[in-house]
């Protein structure tokens, strides 16, 4: 129980020291398609970390999650997996699936990870 009760702490203390989150900064769906859209095709840096920097938080936290036994994987990338390949499928997601143009965008990149890398193939 001591043991759960440390890596619950240790999660909270990540969590808390990364930078400050108020609800205005998260982007919605179609925020999201924009950025990402400057990421494929243009060389806006600010774009490109912006659309990079969703996505690969979204999976590292899932990561971390699963490796520190909290929950089991929601969806599994193979490591042959390209950044541009998953910007391109969860773009394709929001586009086919309306309502998650107006989701915050961790909804619907998770949602679409999980649709697009299932862990049972």
């Known amino acids: 129980m001591v043991n759960i009760n440390m890596r619950l ?6 969590l808390y020291t990364l930078l400050p989150v108020h609800a205005e ?16 095709y243009s060389v806006n840096i600010s774009s490109v ?10 999976s590292s936290i899932h990561d971390a999650f699963v490796d520190w036994g909290f929950m089991e994987p929601k969806w599994c990338i193979a490591g042959d997996i390209m950044f541009s ?16 143009r107006h989701q915050y965008s961790t909804n619907s990149i998770a949602s679409s990870l999980i649709e697009n ?3 049972n193939q």
């Open 9 to 14: 702490l240790a999660v909270i203390v990540f």
């Open 25 to 40: 900064n998260f982007y919605t769906g179609d925020e999201l398609l924009e950025r990402c859209d400057d990421c494929i």
């Open 49 to 58: 970390s912006a659309c990079a920097y969703c996505i690969s938080h979204i």
């Open 85 to 100: 390949e998953l910007t391109k499928t969860i773009m394709a997601y929001i586009h086919e699936n309306p309502s998650s």
């Open 117 to 119: 890398y299932p862990c």
